[in-house]
């Protein structure tokens, strides 16, 4: 019966943090709270709906030469994609392809698994230690490739530059990603290393840093030959992969630094004073270098705690899974928003 049924690709989708449709404080997903560069908005509000018309550049040269310039590179060390979820699926697709499994920490974006399963690559986690930290020795171990978060996700901690070399010079023969969604609250870059490691590819986003979750647009670089092949997989199936408002956008986001730096800083500044703030209450938070806390209770359940919040409109990520089920993944809104969370907090607790 019913033959193509048995046929269906069968998957476990990746579960994103609950969008809800009316207005609530929103901590949930690790959007920033202000909006994107003036230049953003000034450049929608331009924008030639005539060019529209056009399939948009499919090599994405405007924007990979803005991100080029900025960071010191030529255009052909940088990929673009629709977000850094679809820059590391081509990856995947790109670089995972050997009989030995890959390698991610068992606390990490959760993502990996569904990619990994997705597009049929053996994996391995490694478990970090008890204070959330990667233990690198567990990763010299023969692989089929590297990848994790710096900051790590959910945990907001970062590892120093010299974990990341230490990892690289154990694993020559491997492509190793670093996933640097966060790494603009706090962490040293490992982009520098991409000029001395050819098999690194670093991957970074606009969602987080650049408010631009909305918009979709994540980048990688590295070597021009590793750049090349996610380029060769991306143009046998999708070329236009970015559309012409996005590339735009992107530029002008780019191109606004001081803006940039600004709304970090406010967000570092909210994150440190939120987290004193916490710790009164009697929450104990990871170190955290992104633009969220990780935090758990001495004696209140997260779960409890993060029902509670909601039932007063007040989203936090709570996640059912093993070790990490008493903890909350909490966002740094504005100032405000921090305000009436520490309130609600009050009267929770
Ligand atoms: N990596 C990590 C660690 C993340 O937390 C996220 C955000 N969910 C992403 C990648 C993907 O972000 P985006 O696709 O919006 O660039």
């Known amino acids: 019966m019913k033959t193509w049924r048995d046929k269906v690709r069968k998957v476990v989708p990746y579960v994103p943090g609950e969008q809800p449709k009316r207005k609530v404080i929103k901590l949930n997903t690790n959007e920033n709270p202000y909006p994107p560069s003036p230049k953003v908005k000034e450049a929608i509000m331009e924008f030639d709906t005539e060019c529209l018309r056009r399939y948009p550049d499919p090599e994405c040269m405007s924007l990979r030469s803005v ?30 392809n050997s009989d030995r499994p890959i390698l991610f920490p068992d606390i990490t974006y959760s993502f990996y698994s ?73 962490g040293q870059s490992a982009l520098e290393l991409t000029r001395e490691y050819d098999n690194l590819l670093v991957v970074q986003t606009f969602s987080k840093s650049r408010s631009m979750a909305g918009m979709r ?47 970090i800083k406010e967000i570092v500044a909210t994150r440190e004073k939120t987290k004193e703030r916490l710790t009164a209450l009697g929450f104990e938070c990871t170190n955290s270098k992104a633009n969220f806390l990780f935090a758990t209770h001495q004696t209140r359940k997260a779960k409890d705690i993060f029902e509670l919040l909601k039932s007063k409109d007040i989203f936090v990520r709570y996640f059912n899974l093993p070790r990490i089920d008493n903890y909350l993944r909490i966002t740094i809104g504005t100032e405000e928003e921090m305000d009436a969370l520490i309130k609600a907090l009050l009267q929770i607790l």
């Open 67 to 96: 991100l080029a310039n900025y960071y010191g590179f030529e255009p052909e060390n940088v990929f673009v994609g629709v977000g850094s979820d679809d820059v590391i699926s081509m990856a995947f697709m790109t670089f995972f």
């Open 114 to 186: 569904v990619w990994a399963d997705l597009h049929k690559v053996k994996y391995e986690t490694v478990a970090v230690d008890d204070n959330f930290r990667i233990k690198k020795e567990d990763f010299y171990k023969e692989n089929g490739g590297i990848i994790f978060p710096n900051p790590n996700a959910p945990t907001a901690i970062y590892e120093p530059l010299e974990f990341v070399r230490d990892l690289l010079d154990h694993n020559r023969d491997v492509v190793v990603i670093v996933d640097e969604a966060y790494i603009d609250f706090g």
């Open 217 to 263: 647009i994540g980048y990688a670089i590295g070597n021009q030959e590793l750049i090349k092949a996610m380029n060769d997989v991306k143009f046998s199936f999708n070329s236009y992969t970015m559309n012409q408002s996005a590339l735009l956008m992107g530029c002008e986001a780019v191109k606004d630094d001081e803006y940039f730096k600004k709304t």
